[in-house]
């Protein structure tokens, strides 16, 4: 499920605490944590509710100015039923610390060097781990259309395969683009010595 960061940066504040989805099919369920830019958000509850259900003070609690606005989002989409969603903060993303940690003991780097050689083994496209982080890199906080051009890779590929690496901590997400973390420039820096 996906949020945009000013929603994110709502739920996190406690200023959002629902959010309305129009999905052919259910895509969230009661008591999932989802990883975001600004930590980890529970689901609270789901529900299928209709459009005449939502009122304006449903619709400032999802970060909308009035119901109205967010009915007309909801009626530009697809077909589906409208689910209103209960969300909370629920905790720091554990990634940050992970990321931060640039000591990298020899079991700890031998173990991350055969996670992303592992990554390269069973891709269709063959090595790329490296490869993205050197151009992540060389490029800090480039669009990722522009990242993408640059690896040489489908955008879509690319964001989704970035999302692994910034899962075993290397990288950081930004507005626009991605930088190394700490930890990414520390594995790139032994892999080369």
Do not use: C
Request: charged fraction near 30%; glycine fraction near 6%.
């Amino acid at each position: 499920m996906l949020f945009k960061q000013k929603h994110l940066e709502g739920i996190k504040a406690g200023t959002i605490s629902v959010a309305f989805r129009k999905w052919k099919k259910l895509t969230a369920n009661a008591g999932s944590l989802i990883k975001t830019s600004v930590g980890v958000i529970k689901i609270i509850s789901v529900k299928d509710i209709s459009l005449n259900e939502i009122t304006d003070t449903e619709a400032k609690k999802a970060g909308f100015a009035t119901a109205q606005a967010l009915i007309n989002l909801l009626e530009s989409q697809k077909e589906g039923l409208i689910y209103k969603i209960e969300v909370a903060f629920d905790s720091e993303d554990p990634r940050i610390e992970l990321r931060e940690n640039v000591t990298l003991e020899e079991e700890e780097f031998e173990t991350l060097k055969a996670t992303l050689e592992n990554l390269d083994k069973f891709s269709k496209v063959g090595k790329w781990t490296t490869k993205t982080l050197q151009v992540i890199q060389e490029n800090p906080k480039m669009k990722a259309a522009d990242l993408a051009v640059k690896a040489k890779k489908e955008k879509e590929w690319l964001k989704l395969n970035i999302r692994k690496l910034k899962g075993l901590g290397l990288t950081i997400s930004h507005e626009p683009g991605y930088t190394l973390s700490p930890r990414g420039e520390e594995y790139l820096r032994l892999i080369s010595q």
